[in-house]
């Protein structure tokens, strides 16, 4: 029956996980799609070529094989203490100083591998948990921008499973079980508060640039201004600016579909435009003389720059988005 089962939801799946929209996210994120690594090896097979080393060149440097160490370093950086129990990975996916994973665990983590490798557990129960521990991070391996916590998710609960098995294990041979428990829970106390701190003190400070703050007043304060302009220009570095300007004026989803809709070409897609709004990158010295326009950019595009109407900053002071009246 669950063979069955399972044959019945591959047969759903596999022609969606194969269809050109199934394929859309992946093509965006895989590290197949950079062909750097793939010029990087002409290049070095040229030098063995001027050195007289040819072969060794086209076996040591063979495109073919030139993502397999991406393929495996993207692999090991997700068991880097680092990402798991420190500052994990981009910032909006933790509080400042905290790892996916409590720094308590850690032991406990620990003595449950030891304990399940050691103690008489059921063994195919064994080969199902650390296969599922190898085999997890394979999946996001294939994509930039690793160790990556949301694509990490098929961890869960492996982690967990083994911090139980160390916890409980360690319980049932300590002989002064009252201080086993004290001290496990001032730890996780401790853990907890200070995730709390960094989560509802701190993070909303220095981890606003992640979380795209700004976004909202710069809308507002373009539409209000607009009327003035016979364009906006809002750079594609704002990151995907479309999907905010679009959010935040409510505009009719009707008519955006049919002035085109979103063109769908990946995060710094140049074509996405509606009423007076282009989001595309900014040229400021060639754009400015082609009409009366608006800009709306990222300190490197505009800081500086002649007629600054509105400066926007995140909330840790740093500048975040420059809106600049052309002349």
């Known amino acids: 029956m669950p063979s069955a089962i399972a044959i019945i939801f591959s047969a759903i799946l596999i022609p969606i996980v194969f269809s050109i929209s199934g394929q859309l996210r992946f093509k965006g994120t895989t590290i197949f799609a950079d062909v750097s690594p793939q010029f990087k090896s002409s290049q070095l097979i040229a030098q063995d070529e001027e050195s007289g080393q040819l072969l060794m060149g086209k076996i040591f440097h063979n495109r073919r094989f030139v993502y397999i160490p991406i393929l495996i370093e993207n692999y090991l950086s997700h068991f880097k203490p680092d990402f798991l129990f420190l500052n994990a990975d981009m910032d909006r996916h933790h509080a400042p100083q905290i790892g996916l994973l409590y720094l308590w665990d850690l032991p406990f983590i620990l003595a449950g591998i030891y304990f399940l490798i050691r103690k008489n557990f059921e063994y195919r129960s064994k080969i199902i948990i650390f296969w599922w521990f190898l085999i997890a991070p394979i999946a996001s391996s294939v994509t930039w921008g690793v160790p990556h916590a949301l694509r990490s998710e098929i961890y869960l609960p492996i982690y967990q499973i083994f911090t139980a098995i160390g916890i409980f294990t360690l319980y049932s041979l300590v002989k002064r079980k009252k201080l086993f428990v004290t001290i496990v829970g001032f730890l996780l106390m401790i853990n907890f508060t200070f995730y709390l701190h960094q989560y509802y003190v701190h993070m909303p400070i220095e981890y606003s640039k992640a979380w795209l703050y700004g976004r909202r007043e710069a809308v507002f304060f373009t539409e209000s201004i607009k009327d003035k302009y016979d364009r906006v220009i809002v750079s594609t570095k704002v990151d995907q600016p479309h999907e905010f300007w679009l959010y935040y004026l409510k505009y009719d989803p009707k008519k955006y579909?049919?002035?085109?809709?979103?063109?769908?070409?990946?995060?710094?897609?140049?074509?996405?435009?509606?009423?007076?709004?282009?989001?595309r990158p900014i040229d400021y010295e060639i754009q400015k003389k082609e009409a009366k326009t608006l800009f709306v950019g990222v300190g490197e595009e505009l800081a500086g720059k002649p007629n600054v109407l509105k400066i926007i900053y995140y909330l840790n002071g740093e500048p975040a988005i420059y809106i600049v009246g052309g002349e």
């Open 257 to 279: 579909l049919q002035e085109g809709g979103t063109v769908s070409g990946g995060f710094l897609e140049t074509r996405n435009k509606f009423d007076k709004y282009q989001f």
